[in-house]
């Protein structure tokens, strides 16, 4: 029995294939003293907005990174349709008219309407 397993076990090792590291697993794997930041927005202060909501009495850590992460790809969102009104304007700064003009024309937004006023 010792025969078969010490066979077995050549022929597991000798079925491995080389894993071969992307600079993400690298980044992901190493031990730096600083980790990577997943978020942008400081997560204090969103975790303070989640607060001034009268039914939230706590707040998870998972719950405040998903928030977080939604709010920062909202505003990515946000902030490329108002800079395809910026370009067409044929200007190089993003204004109040840019953003008004996006919330205006782009269904999803339109919940936003008002709300800059």
Same mark, same amino acid.
């Given at each position: 029995m010792e025969d078969i397993n010490e066979v077995d076990i050549e022929e597991i090792e000798t079925?491995?294939? %080389?894993?071969?590291?992307? %600079?993400?697993?690298v980044e992901l794997t190493t031990t730096s003293p600083e980790k990577p930041k997943l978020v942008k927005l400081p /997560?204090?202060? #969103?975790?303070? #907005? !989640?607060? !001034?909501d009268?039914?939230?009495? /706590?707040?998870?850590?998972d719950a405040l990174f998903l928030v977080t992460k939604s709010t920062e790809m @909202?505003?990515?969102? /946000?902030?490329?349709?108002?800079?395809? @009104? !910026?370009? !067409?304007?044929k200007r190089k700064t993003v204004q109040?008219?840019?953003?008004?003009?996006? #919330?205006?024309n782009i269904p999803s937004l339109c @919940? /936003?309407?008002?709300?800059?006023?």
């Open positions: 079925e491995r294939q %080389p894993v071969t590291e992307t %600079p993400e697993l /997560l204090a202060r #969103i975790k303070h #907005i !989640m607060k !001034m009268p039914d939230c009495n /706590l707040v998870s850590q @909202f505003l990515e969102h /946000l902030a490329k349709e108002s800079g395809k @009104f !910026m370009g !067409m304007g109040k008219r840019d953003v008004d003009a996006a #919330i205006d @919940f /936003l309407d008002g709300a800059l006023e």
